[in-house]
């Protein structure tokens, strides 16, 4: 558009022109004088930035200068400015071109070893005689000269997007050879390209340091093996909603991250034998200036570098809960079922209590102090210590070459010998205003009956049993299911949310979970934030033996609002769907049930199972997160 009417805008001043041409017969010019002197300038095809070479003594490097009129031999005056370190670059008074000769040579001096590598300076060369010059080229040069570190190219290696744009690219990896630590990787985001909203921005390169105990970051001096320091970088992606380039940033950058525990994500996985890395992981912050962005910091595979020579090894592990097994000597067993990839060939396995965190058990498990049960693939038993009992977990745990490679939990409950806090209250109704309309072409929400459970050791706490089971109208078109209970916390009626949980339905899409968005702004915010969210509006309420949630407002650049949701529906991928568009999220506990809603339930059932034998599964369009917030970075302020 901006050329159509550039085009339309020269054709009428073309009209104007010839209008005013046929209205006189005069005409009157001011000739231009010729330039006198013979026009000495800079060319534009001088370099803007030199590097330098390290070495001892004096070198030199040359800087052309050309010149119009070049039959006579003419001597010019020739100075210079240097923005830093004027003592260690010198250039001659003057420079003579040669009779016949239209190009010069300024020969200019400095001592690397003295100026020292990536210490850059500025250069300024000046025609010292305003006579010799003219006014149709530069009477001055400027450039940008630096010793850079040198680099020894390792090979080819890759670089992969987890997050992004979910591609791999193969990549140059240099080695600095005075600082083994440090490697560049060439051209990381050249996959940009391939998409209209590039912009061409994107970093040539990123420089890797592996951190050493006892260095500092940010102020932070290191006390862990391995962690990778990496420069910010540029996707080249230009955001169509915000109008702002894509970057990746180490949570150093910003200052609330800047803690050792903040960088644990972005290290070396793996060594090779002859001591470089093998494979890298960065858990950066993609972040758009002024906008904000994803924070994944404490996200594994979000970026990973593998170096020239490393052959990826197959720790694949995959775990799911089957059930308790009780044997003939009284021996409980928790099982399930692992699949494990090639070279998964030493796997452990424990059962623990639900809070413990499995990466702790892993440690735990490697250093000897906790007794496990080698597994293979396919269905396993793991023994449940005697008085374990409650909600718990299988841990299982890929081991080689004493380094965990792998970790994985299914958690379930068991009572043994221990009292059941879960208490059934009976058949409820549940309005599914996540799911259901997700994958459904009118978006409606569905109404049908769940078993409520209360927690007698903690009033007010209450789980819809199995959910999105055989009663979810979407269940029957799974490719997958595990039984999976949502639990609500209403203890305070006035600040009812729950957290994101799974549940345990796969449409295709992955297994989803899903959360309320007070839940989502709790989970992130804490409990120390409990009456500032509830008092903004952020938590549902129960009344009179039926919970409700509240809805916000998605609005646009131009604060215009686009449609409200409750909640969000997650996957494995950390896509996300704001979900509850229709607002109408809700449970209904049993005493709360009148027989007319019950009786519209199984109506509303009933036609449901028609429509989707008629239909059959209806899937949205695919979208990716990159039209999304993932619900790690949807935190916005509360004012927002």
């Known amino acids: 558009m901006k050329k159509l009417i550039k085009f339309a805008y020269t054709a009428v001043l073309g009209v104007a022109i010839l209008a005013t041409a046929a209205c006189t017969d005069e005409y009157s010019y001011d000739s231009i004088a010729p330039e006198s002197g013979q026009e000495v300038f800079f060319p534009t095809t001088n370099a803007s930035s030199v590097s330098l070479n390290m070495a001892e003594g004096t070198q030199t490097f040359n800087v052309p200068i050309t010149r119009i009129k070049a039959a006579e031999p003419l001597t010019v005056g020739i100075s210079m400015q240097v923005a830093k370190n004027s003592t260690l670059f010198s250039v001659p008074s003057t420079v003579t071109f040669a009779a016949g000769e239209s190009v010069a040579n300024i020969p200019v001096s400095y001592n690397a070893a003295e100026l020292g590598y990536e210490n850059p300076d500025t250069l300024t060369i000046s025609i010292a005689d305003p006579t010799a010059t003219t006014p149709y080229g530069a009477n001055t040069y400027k450039c940008i000269v630096m010793v850079p570190s040198p680099l020894e190219l390792l090979g080819t290696g890759s670089f992969t997007d987890n997050f992004w744009f979910e591609e791999t690219a193969p990549v140059q990896i240099y080695q600095n050879t005075l600082n083994p630590n440090e490697f560049r990787v060439m051209d990381p985001f050249a996959m940009c390209t391939k998409y209209s909203a ?36 540029n996707t080249g992606y230009l955001h169509s909603s915000y109008g702002a380039e894509i ?26 034998e002859n001591g470089l890395p093998g494979r890298v992981q960065l858990a950066p912050y993609y972040y758009m200036d002024g906008v904000g962005g994803w924070n994944n910091t404490q996200s594994k595979d979000i970026v990973i570098i593998d ?19 009780t044997d003939a000597q009284g021996v409980v067993f928790a099982e399930g079922i692992a699949t494990l990839g090639e070279d998964a060939t030493d796997a452990r396995a424990v059962v623990v209590s639900a809070d413990a965190d499995p990466e702790a058990v892993a440690d735990a498990i490697l250093a000897g102090d906790l007794e496990y049960t080698s597994v293979a693939a396919g269905q396993i038993r793991v023994p449940i210590e005697e008085g374990l009992t409650g909600k718990l977990q299988i841990v299982v745990v890929v081991v080689d070459d004493n380094k965990v490679r792998a970790i ?9 010998g221990g009292k059941n806090p879960w208490e059934s209250l009976g058949m409820g109704l549940f309005t599914d205003d996540f799911v ?12 049908y009956q769940v078993e409520i459970q209360a927690n007698t050791e903690e009033p007010g706490l209450y789980r819809l049993v199995d959910p999105y089971g055989p009663n979810h109208p979407y ?46 702004y709790y989970e992130y915010y804490g409990p120390d934030y409990y009456e500032t969210l509830k008092n903004a509006g952020y938590f549902g309420k129960l009344e009179n033996g039926v919970i409700t949630f509240p809805s916000f407002n998605k609005k646009d650049d131009a604060g215009e609002v686009q449609y409200t949701y409750q909640g969000w529906v997650v996957f494995p991928d950390e896509s996300a769907y704001r979900m509850g568009r229709n607002g109408e999220l809700k449970i209904v506990l049993p005493s709360a049930v009148t027989a007319s809603a019950r ?13 989707s034998r008629l239909k059959g599964n209806i899937k949205p369009e695919k979208r990716t997160k990159r039209s999304y917030c993932n619900v790690v970075t949807s935190h916005l302020l509360l004012t927002d």
Request: aromatic share 16%; with cysteine.
């Open 436 to 447: 259901y309309p997700l994958y459904t072409e009118s978006g409606a929400s569905a109404t």
């Open 475 to 520: 269940y029957q078109y799974a490719d997958s299911y595990k039984k999976a209970s949502i639990e609500v916390n209403a203890t305070d009626p006035d600040g009812v949310y729950f957290f994101q949980q799974s549940t345990g339905l796969d449409l295709g899409d992955g297994e989803m979970s899903i959360l309320t968005e007070g839940g989502n």
């Open 198 to 233: 590039c912009t061409g921005n994107q970093s040539p390169y990123v420089t890797l340091t592996v951190l050493q105990p006892g260095e500092t970051l940010a102020g932070v001096e290191i006390t862990q093996n391995d962690l990778v320091y990496f420069s910010s970088m």
């Open 408 to 416: 994985d939990s299914a958690f379930f409950e068991y009572y043994g």
């Open 307 to 325: 170096f020239p020579g490393y052959v990826a090894r197959d720790y694949t592990l995959g775990l799911s809960y089957s059930g308790v097994f």
């Open 247 to 272: 970057w990746l940033h180490h949570p150093a950058a910003f200052s609330s991250l800047r803690t050792e525990s903040a960088w644990t994500y972005s290290k070396v996985i793996e060594y090779q």
């Open 599 to 611: 009786k519209a339930a199984a109506s509303q059932a009933k036609a449901r199972n028609f429509e």
